[in-house]
């Protein structure tokens, strides 16, 4: 091998070897500025008051309250209702059709009430329907059944609703509004 030959494979090597010390620099460079900038973002998010957040979160405890009381209503029913004939005394059609019905509990009470858990029912005749014999008033026609869609809908909406209203108190970034 020539002088000239071996002098210029050193070199290709010299120069390799500090490419790869300045990708390796330039690597480390790029991975502090990184962390610096992850850092500093992460310090401009901050919790803070918001009106909007604050109607959200109480939106959501109102739909959650009312969804754990028809639910509520629903469980007790279903598990200590009684079950007797009712007497229809008015029907009101429309948009927000009801009964009212007289009825007694097997303790002797006469109840009169109205509910607008019924699927049929005609004036004067004969429903059947269960009720709550701590809370007699507590009732509804036994055609209606008993499901717990509505509480579960109007559950995943309160928490949908409450993870939205938390999200707004948490701001990230300067440019945040």
């Known amino acids: ?60 405890i109102g739909v959650l309250a009312f969804a754990f009381w028809v639910g509520r209503d629903t469980y007790l029913l279903q598990h200590r209702g009684e079950v007797v004939p009712a007497t229809v005394l008015d029907l009101s059609t429309g948009k927000n059709a ?10 002797g009470q006469t109840v009169q009430d109205s509910t607008s858990n019924f699927d049929e029912a005609t004036v004067g005749g004969t429903v059947e329907v269960v009720y709550d014999p701590e809370e007699p008033t507590r009732m509804q026609a036994t055609d209606w059944g ?32």
Do not use: C
């Open 146 to 177: 008993f499901d717990y869609v509505l509480p579960g809908l109007l559950g995943a909406v309160g928490v949908a609703a409450l993870a939205a209203g938390g999200n707004q108190f948490y701001r990230r970034g300067k440019h945040s509004a």
């Open 98 to 107: 009801r009964i009212e019905v007289r009825y007694t509990t097997k303790a």
């Open 1 to 60: 091998m020539s002088r000239h030959m071996a002098n210029s494979t050193r070199r290709s090597s010299r120069t390799r070897q500090a490419e790869v010390r300045r990708r390796a620099k330039a690597a480390r460079r790029d991975k502090r500025l990184a962390a610096r900038r992850y850092r500093t973002e992460r310090s401009r998010r901050r919790w803070h008051w918001d009106g909007d957040g604050l109607i959200t979160l109480l939106f959501a």
